[in-house]
T-cell receptor, first 114, second 114 residues
């Protein structure tokens, strides 16, 4: 059974500092890994999707790496801003499954202080 | 235009009642999902429909019954509500189920059972 863990559970940094969020998964047989952002009282927004054959994806200040063999992904957010404050969730999709059956981690709650 | 919309946003009800949550997507996606986010913020899949056909049915009490009148709608009906049903329920959609792509989430329905 796939388990996804995110460490730390919460993170507080001053504005301008780089953020490093970690995600680990127990079963390396994944199809892809996604990073989501969740704001309080709102739904999830997909930030980056990394296919299992890829090592990283970049979008603006965000960069996500994937090491499938070791079951790890890291989300880097450069030069953090107060608007980056949110909960960040990672989720993996299995190779053999009917449907988009994601397994989510518990999230990292990020606070960027001005 | 909201891509995935669900109503109501908040639902407060008594134990034993029956309630429904509605979801609609205007993205032209074939696949829709219901996820449950518990108090510890873990998101878990409940159901998935592809073109009105059920393709994922996790271990969910049969008090929960999804209904998909067409591929743009997936409603969730809950009978005999219990305290443990209190959670945030998210609807989501994706283009296809067999090749997992990005998920698009609704903003959630916060259900409180008193």
């Amino acid at each position: 059974k796939q388990e996804v863990t995110q460490i730390p559970a919460a993170l507080s940094v001053p504005e301008g500092e780089n953020l490093v969020l970690n995600c680990s998964f127990t079963d390396s047989a994944i199809y892809n890994l996604q990073w989501f952002r969740q704001d309080p009282g709102k739904g999830l927004t997909s930030l980056l999707l990394i296919q299992s054959s890829q090592r990283e994806q970049t979008s603006g200040r965000l960069n996500a790496s994937l090491d499938k063999s070791s079951g790890r992904s890291t989300l880097y957010i450069a030069a953090s801003q107060p608007g980056d404050s949110a909960t960040y969730l990672c989720a993996v999709s299995p190779i053999k499954a009917a449907g988009n059956k994601l397994t989510f981690g518990g999230g990292t709650r990020v606070l960027v202080k001005p | 235009d909201t891509a995935v919309s669900q109503t109501p946003k908040y639902l407060v009800t008594q134990m034993g009642n029956d309630k429904s949550i509605k979801c609609e997507q205007n993205l032209g996606h074939d696949t829709m999902y219901w996820y449950k986010q518990d108090s510890k913020k873990f998101l878990k899949i409940m159901f998935s429909y592809n073109n009105k056909e059920l393709i994922i049915n996790e271990t969910v009490p049969n008090r929960f019954s999804p209904k998909s009148p067409d591929k743009a709608h997936l409603n969730l009906h809950i009978n005999s509500l219990e305290l443990g049903d209190s959670a945030v329920y998210f609807c989501a959609s994706s283009p296809r189920p067999d090749r997992p792509r990005e998920l698009f989430f609704g903003s959630g329905t916060q259900l409180s059972v008193l």
